[in-house]
Protein backbone atom coordinates (compact mmCIF):
# COMPACT_ATOMS: atom_id res chain seq x y z
CA UNK A 1 0.00 0.00 0.00
CA UNK A 2 1.42 3.26 -0.81
CA UNK A 3 1.60 5.82 2.05
CA UNK A 4 1.00 9.41 1.31
CA UNK A 5 2.14 12.05 3.63
CA UNK A 6 0.69 13.91 6.29
CA UNK A 7 0.14 16.81 4.81
CA UNK A 8 -1.66 15.18 1.30
CA UNK A 9 -3.87 13.18 3.58
CA UNK A 10 -4.84 16.26 5.95
CA UNK A 11 -6.07 17.86 2.56
CA UNK A 12 -7.54 14.90 1.43
CA UNK A 13 -9.57 14.47 4.83
CA UNK A 14 -10.78 17.66 4.69
CA UNK A 15 -11.81 17.30 1.42
CA UNK A 16 -13.49 14.03 2.00
CA UNK A 17 -15.60 15.33 4.85
CA UNK A 18 -16.68 18.51 3.60
CA UNK A 19 -18.17 16.57 0.96
CA UNK A 20 -20.06 14.51 3.65
CA UNK A 21 -21.05 17.57 5.27
CA UNK A 22 -22.56 18.92 2.47
CA UNK A 23 -23.98 16.15 1.30
CA UNK A 24 -25.99 15.98 5.38
CA UNK A 25 -26.43 19.78 4.64
CA UNK A 26 -28.60 19.16 1.49
CA UNK A 27 -30.44 16.27 3.20
CA UNK A 28 -31.54 18.66 5.74
CA UNK A 29 -32.42 21.37 3.65
CA UNK A 30 -29.79 23.46 3.99
CA UNK A 31 -28.37 24.93 1.40
CA UNK A 32 -24.35 24.96 1.91
CA UNK A 33 -22.71 28.71 1.04
CA UNK A 34 -19.36 26.80 0.59
CA UNK A 35 -17.95 22.97 -0.38
CA UNK A 36 -15.16 21.65 -1.36
CA UNK A 37 -14.71 22.23 -4.82
CA UNK A 38 -12.13 24.70 -5.89
CA UNK A 39 -14.33 26.89 -7.37
CA UNK A 40 -17.16 26.96 -3.99
CA UNK A 41 -14.04 27.79 -2.06
CA UNK A 42 -13.38 30.81 -3.52
CA UNK A 43 -17.01 32.26 -3.15
CA UNK A 44 -16.90 30.58 0.11
CA UNK A 45 -14.30 32.97 0.88
CA UNK A 46 -15.60 35.91 -0.71
CA UNK A 47 -18.98 34.95 0.98
CA UNK A 48 -17.78 34.62 4.17
CA UNK A 49 -16.05 37.95 4.41
CA UNK A 50 -19.25 39.25 4.15
CA UNK A 51 -21.50 37.24 6.32
CA UNK A 52 -19.10 38.11 9.27
CA UNK A 53 -20.80 37.27 12.52
CA UNK A 54 -19.91 40.23 14.58
CA UNK A 55 -20.22 38.56 17.83
CA UNK A 56 -18.13 36.01 17.05
CA UNK A 57 -14.48 35.65 17.84
CA UNK A 58 -13.10 34.08 14.80
CA UNK A 59 -14.49 36.28 11.83
CA UNK A 60 -11.22 36.66 10.82
CA UNK A 61 -11.10 32.61 10.40
CA UNK A 62 -12.59 31.25 6.61
CA UNK A 63 -14.53 28.07 7.81
CA UNK A 64 -14.58 25.43 5.17
CA UNK A 65 -17.93 25.14 5.16
CA UNK A 66 -21.01 27.75 5.78
CA UNK A 67 -24.68 26.86 5.78
CA UNK A 68 -27.34 29.12 5.55
CA UNK A 69 -30.79 29.16 6.18
CA UNK A 70 -32.89 32.09 3.99
CA UNK A 71 -29.82 34.25 4.65
CA UNK A 72 -28.98 33.76 8.15
CA UNK A 73 -25.71 32.00 8.67
CA UNK A 74 -26.76 29.08 10.63
CA UNK A 75 -23.59 27.30 11.30
CA UNK A 76 -19.92 27.37 10.24
CA UNK A 77 -17.37 24.10 10.10
CA UNK A 78 -13.71 24.42 9.95
CA UNK A 79 -13.07 20.75 9.03
CA UNK A 80 -10.08 19.17 10.68
CA UNK A 81 -7.95 22.26 11.18
CA UNK A 82 -4.22 22.60 11.59
CA UNK A 83 -3.75 22.95 15.53
CA UNK A 84 -2.15 26.67 14.99
CA UNK A 85 -5.93 26.97 13.67
CA UNK A 86 -7.51 26.22 16.73
CA UNK A 87 -5.30 27.97 19.10
CA UNK A 88 -6.04 30.81 16.92
CA UNK A 89 -9.64 30.02 16.95
CA UNK A 90 -9.49 29.58 20.90
CA UNK A 91 -7.79 29.40 23.41
CA UNK A 92 -9.17 26.92 25.41
CA UNK A 93 -8.75 23.80 23.30
CA UNK A 94 -4.88 24.23 21.99
CA UNK A 95 -4.46 20.70 23.39
CA UNK A 96 -6.70 19.57 20.16
CA UNK A 97 -4.89 18.09 17.73
CA UNK A 98 -7.32 17.41 15.04
CA UNK A 99 -11.02 17.71 15.29
CA UNK A 100 -13.91 19.17 13.50
CA UNK A 101 -14.71 22.74 15.08
CA UNK A 102 -18.12 24.08 14.51
CA UNK A 103 -19.79 27.48 15.92
CA UNK A 104 -23.13 27.86 15.79
CA UNK A 105 -24.77 31.16 14.61
CA UNK A 106 -24.43 32.85 18.95
CA UNK A 107 -20.83 32.33 17.99
CA UNK A 108 -20.66 29.16 20.84
CA UNK A 109 -17.63 26.68 19.23
CA UNK A 110 -17.66 22.95 19.52
CA UNK A 111 -15.40 20.17 18.70
CA UNK A 112 -16.83 16.88 17.10
CA UNK A 113 -14.17 14.13 16.96
CA UNK A 114 -14.34 13.04 13.78
CA UNK A 115 -15.05 9.01 14.74
CA UNK A 116 -18.29 10.16 16.23
CA UNK A 117 -18.70 12.44 13.51
CA UNK A 118 -18.23 9.17 10.92
CA UNK A 119 -20.60 6.88 12.85
CA UNK A 120 -23.43 9.64 12.65
CA UNK A 121 -23.00 10.25 8.93
CA UNK A 122 -23.46 6.11 8.67
CA UNK A 123 -27.18 7.11 8.06
CA UNK A 124 -27.02 9.56 5.43
CA UNK A 125 -23.84 8.24 3.64
CA UNK A 126 -22.49 5.16 2.12
CA UNK A 127 -20.07 2.32 3.18
CA UNK A 128 -17.27 3.33 0.93
CA UNK A 129 -17.63 7.05 1.42
CA UNK A 130 -17.21 6.46 4.93
CA UNK A 131 -14.41 3.71 4.00
CA UNK A 132 -12.33 6.33 2.26
CA UNK A 133 -12.00 8.42 5.08
CA UNK A 134 -11.29 5.99 7.38
CA UNK A 135 -8.63 5.04 5.24
CA UNK A 136 -7.07 8.66 5.12
CA UNK A 137 -7.16 9.48 8.87
CA UNK A 138 -5.18 6.43 9.63
CA UNK A 139 -2.60 8.16 7.33
CA UNK A 140 -2.65 11.31 9.83
CA UNK A 141 -0.18 10.85 13.18
CA UNK A 142 -2.84 11.31 15.58
CA UNK A 143 -6.72 12.40 15.19
CA UNK A 144 -7.57 12.26 19.22
CA UNK A 145 -8.12 14.89 21.12
CA UNK A 146 -5.97 14.42 24.59
CA UNK A 147 -8.56 15.08 27.02
CA UNK A 148 -8.91 17.76 29.45
CA UNK A 149 -8.68 17.31 33.27
CA UNK A 150 -12.02 15.82 35.17
CA UNK A 151 -11.24 18.71 38.13
CA UNK A 152 -12.51 22.28 37.03
CA UNK A 153 -14.00 25.54 38.13
CA UNK A 154 -17.08 26.77 37.29
CA UNK A 155 -18.73 29.77 38.19
CA UNK A 156 -22.44 29.73 38.84
CA UNK A 157 -24.78 31.40 36.82
CA UNK A 158 -27.89 30.99 39.03
CA UNK A 159 -28.80 29.12 42.03
CA UNK A 160 -32.68 29.42 42.04
CA UNK A 161 -35.15 27.67 44.87
CA UNK A 162 -37.78 26.66 41.90
CA UNK A 163 -39.69 24.81 44.63
CA UNK A 164 -39.37 24.90 48.33
CA UNK A 165 -36.10 23.18 49.27
CA UNK A 166 -35.61 22.41 45.65
CA UNK A 167 -32.89 23.92 43.66
CA UNK A 168 -31.60 24.31 39.99
CA UNK A 169 -28.15 25.35 40.07
CA UNK A 170 -26.62 26.36 36.82
CA UNK A 171 -22.53 26.31 36.50
CA UNK A 172 -20.93 27.51 33.48
CA UNK A 173 -17.41 26.24 32.74
CA UNK A 174 -15.11 26.00 30.01
CA UNK A 175 -13.95 23.12 27.77
CA UNK A 176 -14.44 19.53 29.89
CA UNK A 177 -15.32 16.12 29.46
CA UNK A 178 -18.56 15.82 27.25
CA UNK A 179 -21.24 14.04 29.58
CA UNK A 180 -23.57 11.27 29.20
CA UNK A 181 -27.07 11.16 30.97
CA UNK A 182 -26.91 9.40 33.91
CA UNK A 183 -23.26 10.76 34.67
CA UNK A 184 -22.21 12.47 37.84
CA UNK A 185 -20.43 15.68 39.44
CA UNK A 186 -18.93 15.37 42.74
CA UNK A 187 -19.46 18.97 43.89
CA UNK A 188 -17.53 20.45 46.63
CA UNK A 189 -19.96 22.49 48.94
CA UNK A 190 -17.96 24.68 50.13
CA UNK A 191 -19.60 26.72 53.22
CA UNK A 192 -16.72 28.62 53.55
CA UNK A 193 -17.39 32.03 51.05
CA UNK A 194 -20.52 33.00 52.49
CA UNK A 195 -19.26 32.63 56.24
CA UNK A 196 -15.92 34.47 57.29
CA UNK A 197 -16.83 33.53 61.22
CA UNK A 198 -13.86 31.80 63.25
CA UNK A 199 -15.58 28.62 62.84
CA UNK A 200 -14.44 28.10 59.14
CA UNK A 201 -10.98 30.15 59.42
CA UNK A 202 -8.87 27.07 59.58
CA UNK A 203 -11.35 25.15 56.52
CA UNK A 204 -10.65 26.71 53.87
CA UNK A 205 -11.90 25.48 51.14
CA UNK A 206 -11.27 27.79 47.97
CA UNK A 207 -8.41 28.85 47.52
CA UNK A 208 -6.57 25.50 46.04
CA UNK A 209 -5.78 24.25 49.63
CA UNK A 210 -6.89 20.91 50.81
CA UNK A 211 -8.96 21.71 53.62
CA UNK A 212 -7.98 20.80 56.92
CA UNK A 213 -9.80 20.02 60.27
CA UNK A 214 -8.77 20.53 63.62
CA UNK A 215 -10.20 19.74 67.26
CA UNK A 216 -13.95 20.57 67.43
CA UNK A 217 -13.99 21.10 64.01
CA UNK A 218 -14.23 17.23 63.90
CA UNK A 219 -17.30 16.67 66.10
CA UNK A 220 -18.98 19.41 64.15
CA UNK A 221 -20.81 18.48 60.64
CA UNK A 222 -18.91 19.70 57.90
CA UNK A 223 -19.30 18.69 54.36
CA UNK A 224 -15.88 17.53 54.10
CA UNK A 225 -15.96 15.32 51.30
CA UNK A 226 -17.48 16.05 47.84
CA UNK A 227 -21.31 15.25 47.31
CA UNK A 228 -22.39 13.42 44.22
CA UNK A 229 -25.34 15.04 42.15
CA UNK A 230 -26.79 13.75 39.00
CA UNK A 231 -26.59 15.99 35.97
CA UNK A 232 -29.80 17.60 34.65
CA UNK A 233 -28.24 19.14 31.62
CA UNK A 234 -25.35 20.18 29.75
CA UNK A 235 -24.83 22.43 26.79
CA UNK A 236 -23.55 25.51 25.62
CA UNK A 237 -23.71 29.12 28.17
CA UNK A 238 -27.24 29.66 28.33
CA UNK A 239 -26.93 33.13 27.60
CA UNK A 240 -25.88 32.08 24.20
CA UNK A 241 -28.28 28.42 23.54
CA UNK A 242 -29.78 30.14 20.86
CA UNK A 243 -28.40 27.05 18.91
CA UNK A 244 -29.09 25.59 15.64
CA UNK A 245 -31.07 22.94 17.40
CA UNK A 246 -34.35 24.53 15.85
CA UNK A 247 -32.63 24.95 12.51
CA UNK A 248 -29.84 22.55 11.79
CA UNK A 249 -31.61 19.04 13.16
CA UNK A 250 -31.35 18.32 16.98
CA UNK A 251 -30.17 14.75 16.14
CA UNK A 252 -26.53 16.50 15.56
CA UNK A 253 -26.65 18.94 18.63
CA UNK A 254 -25.44 15.19 20.70
CA UNK A 255 -22.05 14.96 18.58
CA UNK A 256 -21.15 18.86 20.36
CA UNK A 257 -18.05 19.18 22.82
CA UNK A 258 -19.10 22.57 23.19
CA UNK A 259 -15.90 24.63 24.06
CA UNK A 260 -17.81 26.73 27.33
CA UNK A 261 -19.95 25.10 28.50
CA UNK A 262 -23.06 25.01 31.32
CA UNK A 263 -24.24 21.77 33.16
CA UNK A 264 -27.46 21.75 35.57
CA UNK A 265 -27.77 20.00 38.52
CA UNK A 266 -31.06 19.81 40.25
CA UNK A 267 -31.15 18.94 44.03
CA UNK A 268 -32.77 19.31 47.18
CA UNK A 269 -31.89 20.76 50.60
CA UNK A 270 -31.81 18.44 53.44
CA UNK A 271 -32.60 19.72 56.56
CA UNK A 272 -29.94 18.07 58.66
CA UNK A 273 -27.58 18.18 55.46
CA UNK A 274 -24.29 20.24 55.82
CA UNK A 275 -23.60 19.59 52.06
CA UNK A 276 -27.05 20.89 50.36
CA UNK A 277 -27.58 23.71 53.21
CA UNK A 278 -23.86 25.48 51.91
CA UNK A 279 -24.75 24.56 48.10
CA UNK A 280 -28.06 26.46 48.24
CA UNK A 281 -25.77 29.64 49.82
CA UNK A 282 -24.18 30.04 46.34
CA UNK A 283 -24.95 33.00 44.11
CA UNK A 284 -24.30 34.19 40.76
CA UNK A 285 -20.49 34.44 40.22
CA UNK A 286 -19.27 32.31 42.78
CA UNK A 287 -16.71 30.10 41.84
CA UNK A 288 -17.55 26.28 42.55
CA UNK A 289 -14.61 23.38 42.68
CA UNK A 290 -16.35 20.28 40.45
CA UNK A 291 -14.63 16.81 39.47
CA UNK A 292 -16.51 15.41 36.93
CA UNK A 293 -18.44 13.67 35.10
CA UNK A 294 -17.79 10.24 36.96
CA UNK A 295 -19.61 6.98 36.42
CA UNK A 296 -21.02 4.87 33.76
CA UNK A 297 -24.20 6.54 32.41
CA UNK A 298 -27.31 5.21 30.85
CA UNK A 299 -26.72 3.06 27.66
CA UNK A 300 -28.82 4.49 24.73
CA UNK A 301 -26.99 2.56 22.33
CA UNK A 302 -28.29 0.69 20.36
CA UNK A 303 -31.25 3.20 20.47
CA UNK A 304 -34.83 1.27 21.83
CA UNK A 305 -38.10 2.57 19.68
CA UNK A 306 -40.10 3.36 22.84
CA UNK A 307 -38.08 4.54 25.82
CA UNK A 308 -39.92 4.58 29.27
CA UNK A 309 -38.59 6.48 31.84
CA UNK A 310 -39.56 6.40 35.53
CA UNK A 311 -38.33 9.08 38.34
CA UNK A 312 -38.53 8.50 42.35
CA UNK A 313 -38.93 11.79 43.93
CA UNK A 314 -35.41 13.46 43.76
CA UNK A 315 -33.93 10.71 41.26
CA UNK A 316 -36.26 11.87 38.60
CA UNK A 317 -33.66 15.29 37.84
CA UNK A 318 -30.92 12.97 35.66
CA UNK A 319 -34.56 11.83 33.11
CA UNK A 320 -34.75 14.99 32.09
CA UNK A 321 -30.95 14.86 30.57
CA UNK A 322 -32.12 11.62 29.21
CA UNK A 323 -35.23 12.87 27.89
CA UNK A 324 -33.48 15.09 26.13
CA UNK A 325 -30.59 13.18 24.13
CA UNK A 326 -33.55 10.18 23.51
CA UNK A 327 -35.89 12.62 21.39
CA UNK A 328 -32.58 14.12 19.75
CA UNK A 329 -32.30 10.31 18.83
CA UNK A 330 -35.89 9.99 17.22
CA UNK A 331 -37.08 7.39 20.23
CA UNK A 332 -40.16 8.12 21.19
CA UNK A 333 -40.01 8.63 25.30
CA UNK A 334 -42.91 8.47 27.91
CA UNK A 335 -42.10 9.59 31.39
CA UNK A 336 -43.51 8.63 34.70
CA UNK A 337 -42.91 10.43 38.17
CA UNK A 338 -43.73 9.66 41.25
CA UNK A 339 -42.69 10.77 45.14
CA UNK A 340 -44.47 10.67 48.30
CA UNK A 341 -46.61 14.03 47.96
CA UNK A 342 -46.50 16.99 45.73
CA UNK A 343 -43.55 18.84 47.77
CA UNK A 344 -40.98 16.17 46.89
CA UNK A 345 -41.44 16.01 42.82
CA UNK A 346 -38.65 18.48 41.99
CA UNK A 347 -40.11 20.31 39.20
CA UNK A 348 -42.72 22.88 39.24
CA UNK A 349 -45.92 21.37 39.09
CA UNK A 350 -48.82 23.33 36.96
CA UNK A 351 -52.31 22.77 35.81
CA UNK A 352 -55.48 21.46 38.19
CA UNK A 353 -54.48 18.55 39.31
CA UNK A 354 -50.90 19.53 39.99
CA UNK A 355 -49.57 17.05 36.98
CA UNK A 356 -48.47 19.17 34.40
CA UNK A 357 -44.61 20.03 34.23
CA UNK A 358 -43.64 22.69 31.97
CA UNK A 359 -40.22 21.13 31.94
CA UNK A 360 -40.78 18.63 30.32
CA UNK A 361 -43.39 19.65 27.87
CA UNK A 362 -41.16 21.81 26.28
CA UNK A 363 -39.83 18.52 24.89
CA UNK A 364 -43.15 17.65 23.54
CA UNK A 365 -43.64 15.19 26.65
CA UNK A 366 -46.63 14.91 28.29
CA UNK A 367 -44.72 13.07 32.13
CA UNK A 368 -47.50 11.29 34.33
CA UNK A 369 -47.36 12.14 37.98
CA UNK A 370 -48.55 10.16 40.71
CA UNK A 371 -48.33 10.80 44.44
CA UNK A 372 -48.74 8.76 47.05
CA UNK A 373 -50.73 10.97 49.05
CA UNK A 374 -52.70 12.11 46.35
CA UNK A 375 -51.82 15.68 46.46
CA UNK A 376 -50.35 15.85 42.82
CA UNK A 377 -51.43 13.58 39.39
CA UNK A 378 -53.15 10.48 40.24
CA UNK A 379 -52.76 8.78 43.29
CA UNK A 380 -50.59 5.78 44.28
CA UNK A 381 -47.26 4.54 42.72
CA UNK A 382 -45.46 5.67 39.84
CA UNK A 383 -45.09 1.83 39.27
CA UNK A 384 -48.61 1.23 39.09
CA UNK A 385 -48.64 4.26 36.32
CA UNK A 386 -46.22 2.22 34.70
CA UNK A 387 -48.15 -0.93 34.84
CA UNK A 388 -51.31 0.42 33.72
CA UNK A 389 -49.15 1.71 30.66
CA UNK A 390 -47.82 -1.53 29.69
CA UNK A 391 -51.19 -3.32 29.77
CA UNK A 392 -52.35 -1.40 27.33
CA UNK A 393 -49.10 -0.90 25.26
CA UNK A 394 -46.91 -4.02 25.43
CA UNK A 395 -46.67 -6.37 22.72
CA UNK A 396 -44.69 -9.45 22.50
CA UNK A 397 -42.90 -7.64 19.75
CA UNK A 398 -42.41 -4.17 21.22
CA UNK A 399 -38.72 -2.72 21.53
CA UNK A 400 -39.46 -0.68 24.74
CA UNK A 401 -36.81 -0.31 27.25
CA UNK A 402 -37.07 1.08 30.93
CA UNK A 403 -34.73 3.82 32.14
CA UNK A 404 -35.17 4.54 36.08
CA UNK A 405 -33.81 6.67 38.73
CA UNK A 406 -35.35 6.83 42.40
CA UNK A 407 -35.68 4.97 45.93
CA UNK A 408 -34.09 1.06 46.18
CA UNK A 409 -37.79 -0.06 46.88
CA UNK A 410 -38.97 1.80 43.43
CA UNK A 411 -36.31 0.62 41.79
CA UNK A 412 -36.68 -3.54 43.22
CA UNK A 413 -40.47 -3.11 41.71
CA UNK A 414 -39.13 -2.21 38.41
CA UNK A 415 -36.82 -5.20 38.33
CA UNK A 416 -40.42 -7.40 39.04
CA UNK A 417 -41.73 -5.61 36.03
CA UNK A 418 -39.64 -5.64 33.62
CA UNK A 419 -38.97 -9.40 34.21
CA UNK A 420 -42.64 -9.55 33.75
CA UNK A 421 -42.78 -7.94 30.63
CA UNK A 422 -39.49 -9.57 29.75
CA UNK A 423 -38.24 -5.60 28.93
CA UNK A 424 -34.72 -4.32 29.40
CA UNK A 425 -34.40 -2.15 32.61
CA UNK A 426 -31.48 0.38 33.34
CA UNK A 427 -31.70 2.41 36.51
CA UNK A 428 -29.10 4.76 38.52
CA UNK A 429 -28.39 3.43 41.66
CA UNK A 430 -27.74 6.65 44.46
CA UNK A 431 -26.27 5.17 46.85
CA UNK A 432 -24.18 7.68 49.31
CA UNK A 433 -20.60 7.74 48.21
CA UNK A 434 -17.32 9.62 49.58
CA UNK A 435 -14.74 9.63 46.60
CA UNK A 436 -16.76 9.13 43.54
CA UNK A 437 -13.89 7.57 41.51
CA UNK A 438 -13.26 4.03 43.12
CA UNK A 439 -10.91 4.95 45.55
CA UNK A 440 -12.75 4.35 48.98
CA UNK A 441 -15.02 1.48 48.34
CA UNK A 442 -18.06 3.12 50.72
CA UNK A 443 -20.50 2.32 47.26
CA UNK A 444 -20.72 -1.13 46.78
CA UNK A 445 -23.61 -2.86 45.96
CA UNK A 446 -24.25 -6.72 45.02
CA UNK A 447 -24.32 -7.91 41.45
CA UNK A 448 -24.84 -11.14 39.53
CA UNK A 449 -24.62 -11.52 36.08
CA UNK A 450 -26.27 -14.29 34.32
CA UNK A 451 -23.78 -18.02 35.01
CA UNK A 452 -21.37 -15.74 36.82
CA UNK A 453 -20.73 -16.10 40.58
CA UNK A 454 -22.43 -12.90 42.81
CA UNK A 455 -20.10 -9.77 43.25
CA UNK A 456 -19.59 -6.72 45.13
CA UNK A 457 -19.03 -3.60 42.81
CA UNK A 458 -18.71 -0.04 43.04
CA UNK A 459 -21.21 1.99 41.86
CA UNK A 460 -18.79 5.02 41.37
CA UNK A 461 -17.47 3.02 38.99
CA UNK A 462 -19.47 0.35 37.52
CA UNK A 463 -22.14 2.60 37.54
CA UNK A 464 -24.20 4.29 38.50
CA UNK A 465 -26.57 2.61 35.85
CA UNK A 466 -26.96 -0.97 36.11
CA UNK A 467 -29.00 -3.65 34.29
CA UNK A 468 -31.64 -4.16 37.14
CA UNK A 469 -31.57 -7.66 36.52
CA UNK A 470 -27.99 -8.05 38.02
CA UNK A 471 -28.59 -6.41 40.64
CA UNK A 472 -29.20 -8.12 43.99
CA UNK A 473 -31.85 -5.85 45.80
CA UNK A 474 -32.04 -7.66 48.93
CA UNK A 475 -28.05 -8.97 49.59
C1 LIG B 1 -24.80 9.26 41.89
C2 LIG B 1 -25.64 10.14 42.77
C3 LIG B 1 -26.41 11.14 42.19
C4 LIG B 1 -27.18 11.98 42.99
N1 LIG B 1 -27.94 12.95 42.39
C5 LIG B 1 -28.65 13.81 43.13
C6 LIG B 1 -29.40 14.86 42.52
O1 LIG B 1 -29.42 15.00 41.29
N2 LIG B 1 -30.10 15.70 43.33
C7 LIG B 1 -30.08 15.57 44.69
O2 LIG B 1 -30.72 16.36 45.38
N3 LIG B 1 -29.40 14.57 45.29
C8 LIG B 1 -28.68 13.71 44.56
N4 LIG B 1 -27.96 12.71 45.18
C9 LIG B 1 -27.98 12.63 46.63
C10 LIG B 1 -27.03 13.71 47.20
O3 LIG B 1 -25.70 13.31 46.93
C11 LIG B 1 -27.24 13.86 48.71
O4 LIG B 1 -28.50 14.43 48.92
C12 LIG B 1 -26.20 14.79 49.30
O5 LIG B 1 -24.94 14.17 49.28
C13 LIG B 1 -26.57 15.11 50.73
O6 LIG B 1 -25.53 15.87 51.29
P1 LIG B 1 -25.75 16.64 52.64
O7 LIG B 1 -24.42 17.00 53.20
O8 LIG B 1 -26.71 17.77 52.44
O9 LIG B 1 -26.47 15.61 53.56
P2 LIG B 1 -25.81 14.40 54.39
O10 LIG B 1 -25.44 14.86 55.76
O11 LIG B 1 -24.78 13.74 53.59
O12 LIG B 1 -27.09 13.50 54.47
C14 LIG B 1 -28.28 13.96 55.11
C15 LIG B 1 -29.25 12.80 55.16
O13 LIG B 1 -29.53 12.33 53.82
C16 LIG B 1 -29.20 10.94 53.70
N5 LIG B 1 -28.56 10.74 52.38
C17 LIG B 1 -27.52 11.40 51.87
N6 LIG B 1 -27.20 10.94 50.64
C18 LIG B 1 -28.07 9.97 50.36
C19 LIG B 1 -28.29 9.10 49.26
N7 LIG B 1 -27.53 9.12 48.17
N8 LIG B 1 -29.30 8.21 49.35
C20 LIG B 1 -30.08 8.16 50.43
N9 LIG B 1 -29.94 8.95 51.50
C21 LIG B 1 -28.96 9.84 51.47
C22 LIG B 1 -28.21 10.68 54.82
O14 LIG B 1 -28.23 9.33 55.22
C23 LIG B 1 -28.70 11.57 55.91
O15 LIG B 1 -29.77 10.98 56.61
C24 LIG B 1 -27.19 11.83 44.40
C25 LIG B 1 -26.42 10.83 44.98
C26 LIG B 1 -25.66 9.99 44.18
C27 LIG B 1 -24.82 8.94 44.80
S1 LIG C 1 -17.48 6.38 46.20
FE1 LIG C 1 -15.45 5.78 46.64
S2 LIG C 1 -15.36 3.84 45.71
FE2 LIG C 1 -17.29 4.56 45.12
Redesign the pocket.
Known amino acids: MTRVSVSAAREQVRFALTELVSFYAREKGFRPLSGASGKSKRRASRLSARTRIPHAKTAAFEPDLIWLDGKRVVWKFYVFPERATLRRLNRNIDFAVHAIVCEDSAGNLGIIEPSQFLSHMSAVSSAAEQEKVRSLTRDIASVSIPYPDFHFKGTVRKNSEFVKD?FSLCIQTGFVHKPAPGQ?LQVL?DPGPHDESTRYRSHRYSDGRWPTLRGIELLD?R?FLR??????SYGPPHSTRRTGDAHFGAEWMHLIHWVQSEFE???????????????ARDKAGDTIDIVGP??RGFTISPLPKVALLVGGG??S??LVFLANELLRNGVEAHVFLGAVTASKI?FRLTGEAGNRIARFERMGISPVVSTDDGSAGRRGLVTEALVEYLEKEWGPSSAIKIFA?G?RPMLAALDGIAGRYKLPCEA??????AC?FGACIS?VCAVKEPGQKARFTR??TE??AFDVATVMWHA
Open positions: HFCKPRPFSIAIIYRRLPEGPGTTALLGIGPPPCPLLEERMGCICGP
